[in-house]
């Protein structure tokens, strides 16, 4: 049994040595990261207090290896509902990361190949894990050469096995530049989104846990869809960076038979770049990080999908967390918003009061190549 070590300043570098992660002080929150490193994957974990300050607390190995530089991407780690499985991509070299979680803390599992060439987003329903690979452009192995799914269920000890005939390329003509893999609430559906060909790809889910041999395919209502967050209802909400440039949050429904994606029900003008989002528990404000202008753009959610800005104002008035801000996410007792912020080489903090506004608290260092936020 690995044992976790006092949270204390003298004790913090065996911490980070041990394989095991130690919280000794209650914590309103833990959060992780993937530090995406090329001399080797760890997931780091920060304590988030009461006050919302957040401190590192332990890292530890997924035993793979990261690309060294920040990826276009979200859903780097996941866990399972059950809160007790996490699953972290090792986009360096190809590999997919099982650990346990416990009451005391982490412990690793197994690392499986991903079932492309460089996992980058992961996502998990039931026992089913899928990841969105990556292709290399150049390997004579479809599965490698183009962006591709695969599938994955874990067992009762969290030991991931791979799927027979799960893996679907999702273009056999072109790179599509993914960004990221999600079930819809009901498990039915996979969506992935396509920056470089402006696309949003379903593959309905088979009795058997494998994909449709053949996806559904429509454009984005504005042009690079990155990341997204599903509500209930079948509504998804997607962050469209527009290349870059002023960026939009956009709702749609997914049909959750067909994965037929609906025309556009609405979108919201966000900041430069709009990439990232994730939404309350209630799902009735949503935050969506500005990775060109390194603010966070608050929105509020109605019932039949539309969206509106959260301030009292006919413009959006995002808000100040670091350059080139990243992932984000929130806490399970919606308390705290965390932001990743790559430029800086910095998590931030935020305290959410009821509204679902935001004050800013202490930040914590990461790498600058780190990926992907969870949060308990």
């Not at 394989?19 to 080797?40: C, D, F, H, K, R």
């Not at 780091?44 to 207090?49: E, L, Q, S, T, V």
């Not at 509902?81 to 009451?103: C, I």
């Not at 049909?255 to 799902?283: K, P």
Request: proline share 5%.
């Amino acid at each position: 049994m690995y044992q976790f070590l006092m949270k204390t300043k003298a004790l913090m570098g065996a911490a980070i040595l041990a394989i095991m992660l130690g919280i000794s002080l209650p914590a309103a929150a833990v959060v992780y990261t993937a530090s995406n490193e090329a001399s080797g994957n760890q997931v780091i974990a920060f304590d988030i207090d009461s006050r919302g300050n957040i401190t590192e607390i332990g890292r530890f190995d997924t035993q793979g290896l990261g690309t060294g530089a920040p990826l276009g991407n979200q859903g780097a780690l996941t866990t399972d509902a059950s809160d007790r499985w996490m699953f972290v991509v090792n986009p360096g070299d190809g590999t997919l990361t099982s650990f346990r979680l416990q009451a005391a803390g982490l412990e690793f599992v197994n690392i499986v190949d991903s079932g492309g060439f460089r996992p980058i987003s992961v996502t998990v329903f039931g026992t089913l894990v899928y990841v969105l690979n990556e292709g290399d452009g150049a390997s004579d192995d479809p599965n490698l050469r183009y962006d591709n799914i695969s599938g994955f269920r874990f067992t009762g000890g969290g030991i991931l096995v791979p799927i027979p005939d799960s893996t679907r390329i999702i273009d056999s003509t072109q790179l599509t530049a993914p960004a990221q893999v999600g079930f819809n609430k009901s498990g039915t559906v996979l969506l992935v989104t396509e920056k470089a060909t402006d696309t949003l790809t379903t593959f309905v889910m088979q009795q058997d846990g494998t994909p449709a041999l053949t996806p559904l395919k429509r454009s984005s209502a504005v042009p690079t869809p990155f990341g997204f967050a599903f509500g209930d209802r079948d509504f998804v909400f997607i962050t469209e960076a527009n290349g870059g440039g002023p960026g939009v949050t956009a709702s749609y429904r997914i049909d959750r038979e067909t994965g037929a994606v609906s025309n556009l029900v609405d979108l919201i003008d966000q900041g430069n770049a709009a990439c990232w989002t994730v939404l309350s528990s209630d799902q009735t404000v949503g935050y969506t990080t500005n990775t060109a202008d390194g603010t966070v753009s608050l929105y509020r959610i109605n019932f039949n999908g539309t969206l509106e800005y959260f301030f009292n104002a006919p413009v959006d008035i995002p808000i100040r967390t670091g350059a080139g801000v990243r992932d984000a996410i929130l806490t399970q007792n919606n308390h705290f918003l965390v932001t990743l912020n790559n430029g800086d080489g910095q998590v931030r903090g935020f305290w959410v009061n009821r509204s679902g506004a935001i004050a800013p608290r202490r930040t914590a260092p990461v790498p600058t190549s780190a990926t992907g936020l969870i949060a308990r």
